[in-house]
């Protein structure tokens, strides 16, 4: 799951909000984190580990990586981490009547009121974020294809990361399929978490 993703899949509350993005940008245990962050960060970054663990060992999900051939199966997780952004974008009005555009400026909105308190590479990232409209560009596949071309740079060794697009066009209509039948089934996920949080 990307970052559109993870902020969708978070209860609407700015705390767990910013903890699901920040947990992109923190490592370690839990606790270890907890003596940085307030209660609902870490809520909101536990939430986003919970995801990605559902989301990797996923039987649809990981029939979508198989679909991706050589030489791009190694970068699938990175290709399927932004092509399910594209996807929520394309079928956003599937899983909620909220208005997808109001939602990404609430979430700008939100990361500019508290960008001092974002970890340093967060913070940094914010306005180039915001400019280059990182959570509501990807709904385009051309944009996903630039993504792929900027990651690949970032790669240590050689890769073939930025012609993925060529691959995802071949399975388009497959991983579509795969997205919508898997997600549903992460919301549902996530619902039960957060009513086992709440419980506690």
């Given at each position: 799951?990307?970052?559109?993703a993870?902020?969708?899949?978070s209860p ?28 609902g960060?870490?809520?909101g ?9 559902f989301?990797d ?10 679909r ?21 974008s ?33 913070h ?32 240590r ?5 930025g ?11 497959e991983?579509?399929?795969?997205f ?10 996530v ?10």
């Amino acid at each position: 799951m990307n970052y559109l993703a993870h902020l969708f899949l978070s209860p609407d509350d700015p705390e767990l909000l910013l903890g699901s993005l920040i947990a992109d940008f923190t490592r370690g245990r839990l606790e270890t984190l907890a003596r940085d962050w307030s209660p609902g960060v870490m809520r909101g970054i536990a939430l986003h580990r919970q995801v990605d663990r559902f989301t990797d060992d996923h039987p649809r999900v990981i029939r979508a990586r198989r679909r991706i051939a050589a030489p791009y199966r190694r970068y699938s997780g990175i290709i399927l981490d932004i092509l399910f952004d594209h996807f929520l974008s394309r079928y956003w009005a599937e899983f909620t009547r909220r208005d997808r555009g109001e939602f990404i400026r609430d979430v700008y909105r939100l990361l500019e009121q508290r960008r001092e308190q974002l970890p340093a590479r967060l913070h940094a990232l914010v306005p180039r974020m915001r400019r280059e409209d990182w959570l509501g560009s990807y709904r385009e596949l051309e944009v996903v294809g630039l993504v792929f071309e900027r990651m690949a740079t970032r790669l240590r060794q050689p890769n073939e990361l930025g012609g993925a697009l060529v691959e995802v066009r071949r399975h388009y209509p497959e991983l579509a399929e795969d997205f919508r039948y898997f997600f549903p089934e992460l919301i549902e996920f996530v619902q039960r978490q957060q009513e086992q949080t709440d419980r506690q």
